[in-house]
């Protein structure tokens, strides 16, 4: 029996506005204009018989009928991309495109990867490095893992690693610098941010510290570049066991004071819930969480 179905193009313009509540956003999204978008939905609101949208002077919302009839499309569209992909992987393989946070990966990720390939061979992966979060509907990115709180909308995240923070030194600076007996005395010490005062503020106030302006120094927005400017007796940074063990054991650097900072930031492994309906994003997830 032939389907009784709209237009293709009308139930992805009301798909993609749906989830943006947006015409101009959905027009984005799927390369076409906002007339051609708004002319779709109308298309299909007149099929249906049926407003889908509340068009308001400001904003956009669903109806009843829009709300009722957004996540059958939704998972239908998941349901064909993910059957498109999979066939593909049983032509071609499988390849991954995943964004990583730069130190995760250089620090954390790089000396396990051997193992992933040796126990999944038919995955290729391809990594990519930045510290945004991903925008997994514009950008081609299957999973990544970010640094932050888990707080993402409309992604699954699971934390991988939980970082604590002390100061760190080099050597050289410690011997050519006054004797550190207590934190107030990093008053007069060039602190190595990364990326921000954050971290440092926190460790200052746990530390039971006032009066030192946390914002001063130098900031850098690489954990790895931090670290080596730390090595090279630049000043003093906040280092996370992860990132700093084995320049610890070698002596390229030293705990410069003993209080550690725990915070609620973390790294975190994330991906659209749809996504994990592929074997091979799922595998990779659960060969990360494996690691830890």
């Known amino acids: 029996m032939a389907r009784k179905l709209p237009s293709l193009n009308s139930l992805r313009a009301?798909?993609?506005?749906?989830?943006?509540?947006?015409?101009?956003?959905?027009?984005?999204?799927?390369?076409?204009?906002?007339?051609?978008?708004?002319?779709?939905?109308?298309?299909?609101?007149?099929?249906?018989?049926?407003?889908?949208?509340?068009?308001?002077?400001?904003?956009?919302?669903?109806?009843?009928?829009?709300?009722?009839?957004?996540?059958?499309?939704?998972?239908?569209?998941?349901?064909?991309?993910?059957?498109?992909?999979?066939?593909?992987?049983?032509?071609?393989?499988?390849?991954?495109?995943?964004?990583?946070?730069?130190?995760?990966?250089?620090?954390?990720?790089?000396?396990?990867?051997?193992?992933?390939?040796?126990?999944?061979?038919?995955?290729?992966?391809?990594?990519?490095?930045?510290?945004?979060?991903?925008?997994?509907?514009?950008?081609?990115?299957?999973?990544?893992?970010?640094?932050?709180?888990?707080?993402?909308?409309?992604?699954?995240?699971?934390?991988?690693?939980?970082?604590?923070?002390?100061?760190?030194?080099?050597?050289?600076?410690?011997?050519?610098?006054?004797?550190l007996i207590k934190p107030e005395q990093l008053l007069n010490v060039t602190l190595l941010h990364d990326a921000g005062p954050y971290a440092w503020n926190e460790w200052l106030r746990q530390a039971g510290v006032k009066g030192i302006n946390n914002r001063r120094g130098t900031t850098i927005d690489d954990t790895n570049v931090l670290i080596q400017a730390a090595i090279d007796g630049q000043g003093v940074a906040l280092g996370s066991t992860p990132f700093v063990e084995d320049h610890l054991a070698s002596g390229r650097l030293v705990i410069v004071f003993d209080q550690v900072l725990i915070t609620d930031y973390a790294y975190y492994v994330v991906c659209p819930k749809a996504h994990l309906q592929r074997p091979d994003i799922m595998a990779f997830k659960d060969w990360l969480l494996a690691q830890v």
């Not at 002077?57 to 109806?63: D, E, G, H, I, V």
């Not at 990966?105 to 992933?116: E, H, I, N, T």
């Not at 992604?155 to 030194?169: G, M, Q, W, Y």
């Open 14 to 179: 009301f798909e993609a506005t749906a989830r943006h509540l947006s015409f101009t956003h959905a027009a984005d999204e799927l390369f076409v204009t906002q007339a051609a978008i708004s002319h779709q939905v109308k298309a299909l609101e007149d099929y249906l018989g049926h407003s889908l949208f509340k068009r308001l002077p400001r904003n956009l919302t669903l109806t009843a009928q829009g709300e009722s009839l957004m996540p059958v499309l939704a998972g239908a569209f998941d349901d064909i991309a993910n059957a498109v992909v999979s066939l593909k992987q049983d032509k071609a393989g499988s390849l991954l495109n995943v964004r990583l946070a730069p130190s995760f990966a250089a620090k954390w990720l790089s000396p396990r990867l051997k193992d992933f390939w040796q126990m999944y061979p038919e995955i290729d992966l391809c990594l990519f490095h930045a510290h945004n979060p991903v925008d997994f509907e514009r950008e081609d990115i299957d999973l990544a893992v970010t640094y932050g709180r888990g707080d993402w909308k409309g992604v699954e995240s699971t934390a991988i690693i939980s970082l604590d923070f002390f100061p760190v030194a080099s050597p050289a600076w410690v011997a050519n610098n006054e004797p």
